[in-house]
């Protein structure tokens, strides 16, 4: 029987600051993808937006220029360090090729636009594991994926550690 040719696959994988983000990295990297030089993985950061504050009367802002320069370098650096522990986690793929890309934005709206700008086959992220009270006031960004997304949505649940040793 011939070799047929496997199909190109983007997965797009948002990553955050969590350990169940990297977790789901590295879950995908172990279930999903094949060695197949065909997939390309996609590490997507959302840097979240800078609160706006302003003073009671509308006459400016509180903050000054120079310690909104210093917030900005902040959220560079850390969108930075997130994404060099995302390539490190994918240093040992052979063949799959790694993108990365840095948005500016509420993730909801970075993921859902991203997955749809990209034509992904599959959107993959981790998920917090936020009870109902945290889901309820904080919102849940892979809820509002996975209703949102065109492409199928991959939500991995890091296991707990209950912490007693076997």
Not at 21 to 36: D, H, K, Q, R, V
Not at 44 to 73: K, N, Q, W
């Amino acid at each position: 029987m011939a070799d047929v040719a496997a199909k190109e696959r983007k997965i797009l994988i948002a990553v955050d600051e969590s350990e169940e983000s990297i977790y789901a990295l590295s879950w995908c990297i172990e279930n999903i993808l094949t060695g197949n030089s065909n997939d390309t993985l996609i590490l997507l950061y959302s840097v979240p937006p800078r609160a706006v504050y302003s003073t009671l009367d509308g006459s400016g802002y509180l903050f000054s220029s120079d310690i909104l320069a210093t917030m900005e370098r902040y959220s560079s650096g850390v969108a930075q360090c997130v994404m060099e522990k995302a390539k490190r986690a994918c240093e040992a793929l052979n063949g799959v090729k790694v993108e990365t890309i840095v948005e500016h934005g509420d993730a909801r709206d970075v993921i859902c636009q991203a997955a749809e700008k990209l034509h992904v086959d599959m959107l993959v992220m981790g998920s917090h594991g936020y009870g109902v009270i945290k889901r309820a006031f904080l919102g849940s960004v892979s809820n509002h994926c996975a209703q949102n997304v065109k492409c199928p949505v991959l939500i991995v649940k890091k296991p707990k550690t209950d912490g007693r040793s076997k």
